[in-house]
């Protein structure tokens, strides 16, 4: 018995045709596709109705193009390939005056999205003045191959917080800039803002002008903030394992590595299962409880390859002990502090865990 990470493939399908909401999405690819696998996730997005993608590394973007050979693709970081970019038409970010003005020539023939910096000053331009700078700029420019400046684009780092007024700060900065340069005249093919918090703070749905909404997590299935109800957002992925043994032990025994768990009570049923931090469950996720038959039950020690589950006598050996499934939700972990949702699947051991699509 091996701990299981598998997608539920309808399950994953009729989330992000559900996500859609029949809008026009830029489906966030990165890091394997938050880990689901880049290639499983692109085909499914394609069958809901999404042809633009996005990710933040080249490698990616390129096996994007081999898997969708139609697709619109954006790259989120400025890279300096341009060989690779050109040959293989992928849209990039232009994060910067000076990466425009050291790499004007070098980017002849490829579509840049210009970016705007905003709050989370990660990339992009810093205000209305250096957009104009760089489209005057690159009006100037009689070059015949010069580069296409074919969007505009932000982020905001902000839309999962409620507390804070970030997210009307951010959201009015960025609408201001978008809004001077189409009343001035300059048109953009693609125009995109909102990642899954701030796509369904505005109602599912795409903000004035934009083109595309650019949403990740939710096409994987965790809510990006808890006001959400779960109905609206499915999770396909289970990561599971088994109750390898069910001991008793007795008040005052201490169980695990250094005292890890002490027993309160007598006759206690711990269940050894055979999964652990080795497999990518973190030990913030340890403070809290797995699935068995149904049932909650919590966590003592989190150890390589395995973990104590205190249970009762409905347990028993070769019994399935879930960690994730859509009944037991990442999201939930994520808004009880364990961990960001994509931080959560990117602590996954893929390696470890048993992979499978059903
Ligand atoms: C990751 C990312 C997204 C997607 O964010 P989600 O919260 O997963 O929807 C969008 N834009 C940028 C720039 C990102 O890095």
Redesign the pocket.
């Given at each position: 018995m091996t701990a299981i990470w598998s997608v539920d493939t309808e399950a994953f399908y009729q989330n992000a045709v559900k996500v859609r909401n029949n809008q026009s999405l830029m489906a966030?690819v990165?890091n394997n596709a938050?880990h689901y696998g880049l290639e499983f996730a692109v085909k499914e997005f394609l069958k809901a109705g999404i042809q633009t993608f996005?990710t933040?590394s080249l490698k990616e973007a390129v096996r994007v193009r081999e898997i969708a050979p139609q697709a619109t693709i954006f790259l989120?970081n400025a890279v300096y390939d341009f060989d690779t970019v050109r040959k293989y038409q992928i849209h990039m970010t232009l994060p910067s005056l000076s990466y425009y003005y050291d790499h004007k020539d070098d980017l002849s023939s490829i579509h840049v999205h210009l970016e705007f910096e905003n709050l989370l000053h990660r990339s992009g331009f810093k205000d209305l003045n250096e957009f104009h700078e760089v489209l005057e700029n690159d009006a100037q420019n009689k070059s015949e191959n010069k580069m296409i400046i074919s969007g505009l684009w932000t982020?905001f780092g902000y839309a999962?917080e409620f507390d804070v007024l970030e997210y009307g700060i951010e959201r009015e900065a960025w609408l201001n800039i978008l809004n001077i340069l189409l009343d001035e005249g300059y048109t953009f093919d693609m125009i995109h803002s909102q990642?899954?918090?701030s796509?369904y703070r505005e109602g599912q749905i795409v903000l004035p002008h934009h083109t595309h909404a650019?949403?990740?997590?939710?096409l994987y299935g965790s809510r990006?903030y808890s006001k959400l109800n779960k109905s609206e957002i499915q999770q396909s992925l289970t990561v599971k394992s088994n109750v390898i043994q069910v001991r008793e032990v007795n008040k005052g025994d201490y169980c695990g590595y250094s005292f890890a768990y002490e027993v309160t009570k007598d006759y206690t049923h711990l269940a050894v299962v055979d999964v652990g931090y080795g497999d990518g469950i973190l030990k913030s996720r340890a403070q809290h409880e797995v699935l068995i038959n149904g049932k909650r039950y919590p966590i003592k020690a989190l150890m390589m390859s395995h973990m104590f589950v205190e249970v009762d006598d409905e347990v028993h050996p070769q019994d399935e002990v879930v960690l994730y499934n859509n009944d037991i939700r990442i999201d939930e972990y994520t808004f009880k502090g364990v961990g960001a949702n994509?931080e959560q699947l990117s602590a996954m051991n893929h390696d470890s865990l048993i992979k499978e699509y059903i």
């Open positions: 966030v990165k938050y996005s933040t989120m982020h999962d990642n899954s918090a796509y650019r949403v990740g997590i939710a990006p994509s």
